[in-house]
């Protein structure tokens, strides 16, 4: 069964600390993961999305790595602020399916 | 810049009513999604259409639940009748093509509650 582990499943840090957020799956075969932050109360939106070749990408201060071998992402979240504070899901197309796999996501406060 | 919309944003209603959900994808989008999302976890697809057709509705309760998408633009999910279990934030997310890759942009959803 395909399934998607987000974790952790919440974090509280200060503003302007860093923090890692991660992602292990076991979707197989593989196609792209992609890391999306939701608002509370509104839709998620797409931060980065990952295929099999790649192992880091950059979108301003979010940075997703994935190694495909061990089937782990991480966010990297640099410098936080007060609008960092979200859930963030990861989600894995793949196995067969394309049908995406959702995580449960991981939910972020930033505090001032 | 372009906007899936979804109404109502919030709908109350007791079990064994009918309620129905509507959403507006991004002008052009071929492909459009319904999710259900249950506080505390990951959106659940419920049914994907690429332009009218339904592509997949696998995991859609069809007892109850139906999705329509008639000339291929705008969408109606329905629930009939609504149980407690129900209660949950419904998504619409739209995509320009199917593919792997394609992004899809998510509206701000329909937060349901059944009492």
Redesign the interface.
């Known amino acids: 069964k395909n399934q998607?582990e987000q974790s952790p499943q919440s974090l509280i840090i200060l503003e302007g600390k860093n923090c890692t957020l991660q992602c292990n799956y076991t979707v197989s075969p593989f196609?792209?993961l992609r890391w999306y932050k939701q608002d509370t109360?509104?839709?998620?939106?797409?931060l980065t999305?990952m295929?099999f070749s790649e192992n880091t990408k950059s979108n301003g201060r979010y940075t997703a790595t994935l190694d495909a071998d061990t089937k782990q992402s991480s966010l990297h979240i640099t410098a936080s602020q007060l609008s960092d504070s979200a859930s963030y899901?990861c989600?894995v197309?793949g196995g067969g399916s394309?049908?995406?796999t959702?995580?449960?996501?991981t939910s972020l406060i930033v505090h001032p | 810049e372009a906007e899936?919309a979804q109404s109502p944003r919030y709908k109350i209603t007791e079990k064994s009513q009918a309620v129905a959900f509507w959403c507006d994808p991004i002008s052009g989008h071929a492909t459009l999604y319904w999710y259900r999302q249950i506080l505390?976890?990951?959106?659940?697809?419920l049914v994907?259409f690429q332009d009218e057709s339904v592509v997949?509705d696998?995991?859609l309760p069809k007892d109850r639940f139906s999705a329509e998408r008639l000339k291929g633009v705008d969408s109606t999910l329905k629930i009939q009748p609504a149980e407690l279990g129900d209660s949950a934030m419904y998504?619409?997310?739209s995509s320009l093509l199917?593919g792997?890759?394609d992004?899809?942009y998510?509206?701000?959803?329909t937060?349901l509650t059944v009492l």
């Open positions: 998607v196609s792209n109360g509104r839709g998620p939106v797409s999305i295929t899901i989600v197309r394309y049908i995406p959702f995580g449960r996501g | 899936v505390g976890q990951g959106p659940e697809l994907q997949d696998s995991q998504l619409c997310a199917a792997d890759v992004t899809q998510f509206g701000p959803g937060r």
